[in-house]
Structure formats: C-alpha cells, structure tokens
C-alpha cells in the first residue's frame, strides 16, 4: 500500500477545507508546534529524549444559518514532531466536533474533552509537559461518542455537561457535568472558580474544585481533586497549587501537586520559565521532581516502581500558528 508523509496528508486535507468552504464560512487553520530537549531520571534508570508536547494542527469554523444561530465545527489533530515514523503513531485524533450554538448556548456531538477536564482553565501551568496535572489527577479524558453543551452565561455562571455513549452493554454511560464562574483565562474577571463532577467515566467517579485569581500581576491557581474507582477498592485526595509571574518578556512560574490514598502519598514539585519573542512564539526551560510511593500508581507519572524518585529537566520551543 502505498504510504504519504504526515504533513503532506495534513496539507492536503487543509487544501480541501478551503476549496469546499464557501463565503458565508469562516475558517481558520491553526496548530501548534511544541519540541523539547528532556533529560529523564527515572530512580533506576535514566535517558535524554526529544519530546513533541502535544504538538497539534487543526481546522475550526462557523457558518451563520439563520439568525442567531449558526453551525461550527473543530477536527484537530495531535502531531508527533519526535521521534515516530509510523503514521499511525505520528497523527492522533484530538477535539472532533460539529455543533450549533446561539442564545440556547452551544451542543456539540462528537470527540470532546469531557466538561471536568474542560473547567480545569488555565491553573495548570505546566500542562503538556512532564508535570501536568494528568501525571498525579484522574479526569483527563477526551472520549468517543460524546454529547456536550454548554449554557449561555448569566451574570458571570454557566453550566455545562458531557454524556459519554458506552457502546458496550457492560459498561454503563458516563457523565461529566458542573458549574462555572468567570473567565478562566483571568482577562474579563480577576476571579475563576469551576465545580465539577465525573460519573462513570473512564473506570472513575471523580469530584474536582478549581480555582484561579490574580494577585497584581501574579496568577495564583488551586485544583482540589477526589477520585474513586467505580468498584469502590481504591481512592485518593489530591491538590494542586500553581502560579505564574510575567516580568518584561519573561514569566517564571512554579507548581506543587500531592495525592494521598490514606497510606502513602505521590508529590511533585515543577519550576520553569518562558521567554516570549512574541505572543505566538517562546522558549522555555523547566524542572520537576517526583516522589512516587503509592504502589497503585502503575499507569500515571509515578510508573510500575513506587518508593522511588523522579526528577526531569528540559528546555524547548513553542511556537502557535493559524491562518
């Protein structure tokens, strides 16, 4: 069979979103490309490596169908820039959706990350590297077969929910819903806060509160967690403090997370800083350390070995396009 490279695959299909896009459609073609140079020690083993963090490309748009109501969509890509040749490991599927929105708020049908992951905002400040939130925390979850919506807002409050079709009779649906307070992004509110709720969804039912605030030009954010196995045998509390200092071209930023399962206790501790060339490109250097000792761990940043430490170090590029 004969096989394409990814960016001509990727080049291509954006050829085709624009021959097909008529006058009244609005599209923009965006993507991101994020590399860094990271050094690994694991406790037991360490290597250097070249990592693509979640590097992306995609195609979003809106066409108005009447008034006050109009169809949009997003079909999003990750992109392996590292170290893969396989195409089928190179290009993997992100936020695919199509849905209309107008003063009813938005409903969207498709691939989506769940509403809980959603109102985690901006807190996480190292999020798509080593220390993201995902490392230590359930709820990152961008499942298949998804209904969402999210409500118009009113006097600063939104909801929103995510209903996950199983397609296994074994299994039962999940939901992902909650409630939400300013911008998380701190630019119309000095003030975000975000309650939210996970039921069935990926083996967990979870309970996250998620705050984040400005104190003057400091960004201060706090993500409280609780999540059990559906079956009841296991579960954790868990915390996560972050802030993000910009001074001139420079923002230093630091972060600290912990799990506890009741008899051990997993924590890491991130410090980094980016330097912004322009608001679409930056470098960057960071720094984390990890202390596993919750043996159930097995799949999360911890790894198979608990009662070990971790600590990783890397300096990248990111640059932010669309057109």
């Known amino acids: 069979m004969k096989r394409y490279s990814v960016p001509l695959l990727l080049a291509a299909t954006a050829a085709s979103f624009s021959a097909f896009a008529n006058d009244d459609d609005s599209l923009t073609v965006y993507g991101r490309a994020n590399v860094s140079l990271q050094s690994n020690d694991y406790g037991d083993n360490a290597d250097t490596e070249v990592v693509s963090n979640s590097s ?6 809106a066409s108005e169908l009447e008034s006050d109501l109009e169809v949009f969509y997003q079909i999003e890509f990750g992109v392996d820039l590292a170290d893969s040749d396989d195409d089928e490991d190179a290009v993997t599927n992100r936020n695919q959706v199509v849905g209309l929105r107008g003063n009813f708020g938005e409903v969207m049908i498709g ?20 220390a993201d939130l995902k490392s230590l925390f359930r709820g990152e979850n961008r499942p298949d077969n998804t209904l969402t919506y999210y409500s118009p807002s009113y006097k600063g409050f939104s909801f929103g929910v995510t209903y996950i079709a199983s397609e296994n009779d074994a299994v039962d649906d999940g939901l992902s819903f909650g409630l939400m307070y300013g911008d998380s992004k701190l630019k119309k509110t000095n003030y975000y806060a975000a309650l939210a709720f996970d039921r069935d969804v990926n083996g967990y039912d979870i309970t996250q509160l998620t705050g984040a605030t400005k104190l003057g030009k400091t960004r201060v954010g706090v993500v409280l967690q609780q999540f059990e196995t559906i079956s009841g045998l296991n579960d954790s509390d868990g915390y ?3 802030a993000a200092h910009p001074y001139e ?6 972060q600290y997370q912990a799990v506890d399962d009741g008899n051990d206790n997993d924590a890491s501790l991130s410090v980094g ?20 000792d919750i043996a159930s761990y097995s799949t999360r940043g911890c790894g198979a070995t608990p009662g070990v430490g971790q600590d990783f170090i890397a300096v990248g590029i990111r640059h932010d396009f669309s057109w």
């Open 240 to 242: 996560l403090v972050s």
């Open 249 to 254: 071209n420079w923002v230093f930023k630091a």
């Open 56 to 61: 992306r490309f995609g195609f979003k748009g």
């Open 273 to 292: 800083a980016d330097y912004f060339f322009s608001g679409d490109t930056r470098v960057y250097a960071w720094y984390t350390g990890r202390e596993c």
């Open 111 to 130: 691939r989506y990350d769940t509403f809980l992951k959603d109102s985690q905002g901006s807190v996480d400040e190292f999020k798509d590297f080593e």
